[in-house]
């Protein structure tokens, strides 16, 4: 932990993909360095507003009624511009002119390699709140958005159910998780499906059809595969298993719906405590650290390891699947 001056005065930024759950930290953040004797302020637009100096003082009623909304009202947006060093160098400059002690950025990955790239080249305080539907962040059991997100596709995936059993067709339900499985394993198990594919095995697709074949001679004649889109576009793996199977096979892709949608309980409690301590630990002085939740408890991982991409392919959940498919 690092000795510097008092905090005065942060900034609070959201960055990347947006997800369920931004709202109800930025309210955590805001309403604790209030309650600190800190003067917050809300960057608009993410690393794009702290190059263009959009930066917003906010008081407790500018977060009222907000918890409950998904996306963020701070808005997001990609800076190709905060990726060279001439950006970031402007970034800093509105953030000494505005005189912030300290900034917390909400976001995933690539937010946090932003954060630490910022923190190397300047002496601005920083601390990472993990917001992002794969929950593949290094340093957290879970990150604000990814249960809210498994949720809204469970309840879609319940939904298709009726209409694959009323069809008796095979359902190939296109789920989001460019390199991670995490959402698609999750809505799988918990969704009654048949098979998955995740991004961090290769697919035996003459494995997947020799099952579904054998089945449909037992008398089976309806399944759903769930498959992330990291492996695989959903309309090609449709196309392969009818080819392969010689049974009518269609797919539905749920696209960004997983993004959005009200936080569940469970998605409010964790950005209401991610957000507190990461203004605390700002106060103690921290830096270059993302706040996450391990076993329950708040702790701070440096971002050089929070920014490496956390590779969970859960083979015990995948196992489970397979005995209790139907």
Known sequence: MSSAKKIKRIAVLTSGGDCAGMNTALRSVVRTA????????????????????????????????IMNRGGTVIKTARSEEFKNKKGRLK?????????????????????FKGAHLLCAESDIRCIGVP????????GTDYCIGSITAVGVA????????????????????????RECGYIAMRVALAGG???VLLPEVKPDFKKICREIRSAHKKGKVSWILVVAEGAGHGHKVAHDIEKMTGYETRVIVLGH???????????????SRLGSSAVTSLIKGESDKMVGIIANKAMLTDFSKACKKKQETDQKLYRLLKILEA
Do not use: C, H, W
């Open 34 to 65: 209030i309650y600190y004797g800190i003067k917050p302020f809300a960057v608009m637009y993410g690393y794009k507003g702290l190059i263009e100096d959009d930066f917003v003082e906010f008081n407790r009623r500018s977060v009222s009624n």
């Open 91 to 111: 970034a800093v400059e509105n953030l000494k002119k505005r005189k912030i002690d300290g900034l917390i950025v909400i976001g995933g990955n690539g937010s």
């Open 131 to 138: 917001g992002t539907i794969d929950n593949d962040i290094n």
């Open 154 to 177: 469970l309840d879609a995936i319940d939904k298709i159910r009726d209409t694959v059993t009323s069809l008796e067709r095979i359902f190939v339900v296109e789920v989001m998780g």
């Open 193 to 195: 499906a048949e098979e």
């Open 257 to 271: 719906i997983q993004r959005g949608g009200a936080p569940n309980a469970i998605d409010r409690i964790l950005a």
